[in-house]
């Protein structure tokens, strides 16, 4: 049966075929519907109207674990119910798990079969991530597919526990502590790839000192420096570098990356720390990307068939653009992964000590 298709019985005894995808019901066998050449998966051409469930249709991904963070709500939530309702396991990484399991039995709701779990990791907390790491690796899975998705914006400065501006945190270092604390396991389900979920914004700042080193100083500033749109593109910027230098380190692993832009002012619940913000945004809701077309390019980047292999780029709208030249710097992409590794050695380090 094609994905999110049951053949049940009615009231009469007659065989029917439900479409729990698409809340439907008839009597007509949709095998029948689906020629050899119309479940081939072949390149095709997707544009800023596309939405997630329709590159995904006809593929079967039961074979599939995918780990989302941040899922329980806007875009992520989105990207988890369509890779849940065509048959991967689908896991939610997220800080709120009451929030995190509503958003489960969202997807359950729509399909009973779809199989969908939350698991608790705060990225604002490098020991909450090692502890998500370490219970993942418990479940003895393999990890296909790893979106790191989750991000804060505009919020009022604030530092984490471990002593970091919370925005630079939670956008950048959390996930590359996740990465690197589960590429062992990516390197085993290889091919397997990463998504880096980013924004236009990176292109709007820069994070370079005057010896052409990337600054702890412009990442997590003191108070009476911070302004939070800066720090969210900083935190974007990041993304991008960060992508860039793990699709050159892991490539050879059979481990690929990308970083996207899921669209432009998608109305989201990332925006509700400002009030002014969120009212810019309300404003601009009816000229914006639906949730599920904001999931579009997240999903191609982590299923196209022609992309297998391709890594190391940037994309908006499912094709594949040219990021900012710093983005695109391997220079300033080193220098981010050397002050990333060694923000986290340092709080391991202070952890170990305790």
């Given at each position: 049966?094609?994905?999110?298709?049951?053949?049940?019985?009615?009231?009469?005894?007659?065989?029917?075929?439900?479409?729990?995808?698409n809340?439907?019901?008839?009597?007509?066998?949709?095998?029948?519907?689906?020629?050899?050449?119309?479940?081939?998966?072949?390149?095709?051409?997707?544009?800023?109207?596309t939405?997630?469930?329709?590159?995904?249709?006809?593929?079967?991904?039961?074979?599939?674990?995918?780990?989302?963070?941040?899922?329980?709500?806007?875009?992520?939530?989105?990207?988890?119910?369509?890779?849940?309702?065509?048959?991967?396991?689908?896991?939610?990484?997220?800080?709120?798990?009451?929030?995190?399991?509503?958003?489960?039995?969202?997807?359950?709701?729509?399909?009973?079969?779809?199989?969908?779990?939350?698991?608790?990791?705060?990225?604002?907390?490098?020991?909450?991530?090692?502890?998500?790491?370490?219970?993942?690796?418990?479940?003895?899975?393999?990890?296909?597919?790893?979106?790191?998705?989750?991000?804060?914006?505009t919020?009022?400065?604030?530092?984490?526990?471990?002593?970091?501006?919370?925005?630079?945190?939670?956008?950048?270092?959390?996930?590359?502590?996740?990465?690197?604390?589960?590429?062992?396991?990516?390197?085993?389900?290889?091919?397997?790839?990463?998504?880096?979920?980013?924004?236009?914004?990176?292109?709007?700042?820069?994070l370079?000192?005057?010896?052409?080193?990337?600054?702890?100083?412009?990442?997590?500033?003191?108070?009476?420096?911070?302004?939070?749109?800066?720090?969210?593109?900083?935190?974007?910027?990041?993304?991008?570098?960060?992508?860039?230098?793990?699709?050159?380190?892991?490539?050879?692993?059979?481990v690929?990356?990308?970083?996207?832009?899921?669209?432009?002012?998608?109305?989201?619940?990332?925006?509700?720390?400002?009030?002014?913000?969120?009212?810019?945004?309300?404003?601009?809701?009816?000229?914006?990307?639906?949730?599920?077309?904001?999931?579009?390019?997240?999903?191609?980047?982590?299923?196209?068939?022609?992309?297998?292999?391709l890594?190391?780029?940037?994309?908006?709208?499912?094709?594949?653009?040219?990021?900012?030249?710093?983005?695109e710097?391997?220079?300033?992409?080193?220098?981010?992964?050397?002050?990333?590794?060694?923000?986290?050695?340092?709080?391991?380090?202070?952890?170990?000590?305790?």
């Open positions: 049966m094609p994905y999110g298709w049951e053949q049940e019985t009615d009231e009469k005894g007659q065989i029917i075929y439900v479409d729990h995808i809340k439907r019901t008839t009597y007509f066998d949709p095998r029948q519907a689906f020629t050899v050449e119309d479940v081939m998966v072949k390149p095709k051409r997707y544009d800023g109207n939405a997630a469930l329709e590159i995904l249709q006809g593929r079967d991904l039961s074979d599939r674990v995918v780990l989302i963070t941040g899922g329980n709500s806007g875009i992520g939530f989105e990207t988890a119910r369509s890779f849940a309702l065509h048959g991967a396991h689908v896991i939610l990484a997220c800080r709120n798990l009451s929030r995190a399991s509503k958003a489960v039995s969202l997807i359950q709701q729509e399909w009973h079969k779809a199989r969908v779990e939350a698991m608790m990791c705060n990225l604002a907390s490098l020991r909450s991530v090692r502890e998500f790491a370490e219970s993942f690796k418990a479940k003895k899975l393999p990890l296909h597919i790893l979106v790191c998705n989750a991000a804060v914006c919020q009022p400065w604030t530092l984490t526990e471990d002593g970091l501006e919370s925005t630079f945190q939670v956008c950048h270092l959390g996930h590359f502590l996740l990465v690197q604390s589960l590429q062992d396991v990516l390197r085993r389900s290889a091919p397997a790839r990463v998504v880096v979920v980013s924004s236009e914004s990176h292109r709007f700042t820069d370079l000192d005057s010896c052409g080193k990337v600054d702890l100083a412009l990442l997590s500033p003191a108070k009476k420096e911070y302004w939070s749109m800066l720090a969210y593109n900083r935190a974007k910027l990041c993304n991008v570098l960060f992508s860039n230098e793990l699709h050159r380190r892991l490539s050879p692993h059979g690929t990356s990308n970083a996207v832009h899921p669209g432009n002012m998608i109305y989201t619940s990332i925006h509700r720390s400002w009030w002014l913000m969120t009212f810019l945004f309300t404003l601009a809701r009816p000229f914006t990307k639906s949730l599920q077309q904001g999931a579009a390019t997240v999903v191609y980047c982590a299923v196209a068939p022609e992309l297998e292999g890594g190391g780029m940037y994309f908006n709208n499912c094709f594949r653009c040219q990021p900012s030249e710093q983005a710097d391997p220079s300033s992409a080193a220098s981010l992964w050397e002050l990333s590794e060694r923000l986290v050695a340092e709080r391991s380090a202070g952890v170990q000590a305790l």
